[in-house]
């Protein structure tokens, strides 16, 4: 059972902006940084942003992320047909002492 | 540019123990943490461990009492035992590198999974 919780699905048509939430608590969130992951079907995931909002390179700017306290939020503007895929927000957290990864939410493009 | 490639049977028996190797290529084990996550059939990640170039581990509790990762730098590989594995163990497990420019736990580099089902 995962300790980080994220909306199972999410959807929008191309062009909007899609935004997922990862609510955690003060022993991940709260004091470690968010990373997220994009697993598109079929495929080993992918790091699409690390300490809260930097994006590796080659990743698109449509793609942000943000945190407030225990919660943390990824954002996909301009949405398109490639973004279908599975998002999981990720921290270390400190009581378990190993890295949580979120429940997962899939994006559907409409 | 560096890559990871998971192998090991695919089939493991109940009561038995599941080992996996992950090999690096294009560029030095010898750095960086090198970790294990696995993934269910049609369910989210989990991460299981992972072990430093010079040894170190650390393991999900729930697993902990199962789990062994080490590692060889000599032949640029770790890999990850679980014992006394059930059905529940059923998964794609994947290798992955952290501890780089991105972070101490960003995942930046993944292995392409390898599916390790449980049956008799």
């Known amino acids: 059972q995962s300790v980080l919780t994220q909306p199972p699905s999410a959807s929008g048509t191309p062009g909007q902006r899609v935004t997922i939430s990862c609510s955690g608590s003060s022993s991940n969130i709260g004091s470690n940084t968010v990373n997220w992951y994009q697993q598109l079907p079929g495929t080993a995931p992918k790091l699409l942003i690390y300490?809260?909002?930097q994006r590796p390179s080659g990743v698109p700017d449509r793609f942000s992320g943000s945190k407030s306290g225990t919660s943390a939020s990824l954002a996909i503007s301009g949405l398109q047909s490639e973004d279908e895929a599975d998002y999981y927000c990720?921290?270390?957290?400190?009581?378990?002492?190993?890295?949580?990864f979120g429940t997962g939410t899939k994006v559907t493009v409409l | 540019q560096v890559q990871l490639q998971e192998s090991g049977p695919g089939l493991v028996k109940p009561s038995e123990t599941l080992s996996l190797m992950c090999t690096v290529s294009?560029?030095?084990?010898?750095?960086?943490?090198w970790s294990w996550i696995r993934q269910p059939p049609g369910k989210g990640l989990e991460w299981i461990g992972f072990?430093?170039?010079?040894?170190?581990?650390n393991y999900i509790p729930s697993l902990k009492s199962r789990v062994t990762i080490s590692i060889d730098t000599s032949k640029n590989q770790f890999s990850l035992k679980l014992s006394s594995v059930t059905a529940a163990d059923t998964a794609v497990y994947y290798c992955?590198?952290?501890?780089?420019?991105?972070?101490?736990?960003?995942?930046?580099?993944w292995g392409q999974g390898t599916m390790v089902t449980v049956s008799s």
């Open positions: 300490t809260g909002n």
């Open positions: 072990i430093s170039y010079t040894g170190s581990t």
């Open positions: 294009g560029g030095s084990i010898s750095s960086y943490y």
């Open positions: 990720a921290a270390w957290d400190d009581s378990l002492n190993g890295y949580v």
């Open positions: 992955a590198r952290a501890g780089s420019s991105f972070g101490a736990d960003a995942l930046d580099i």
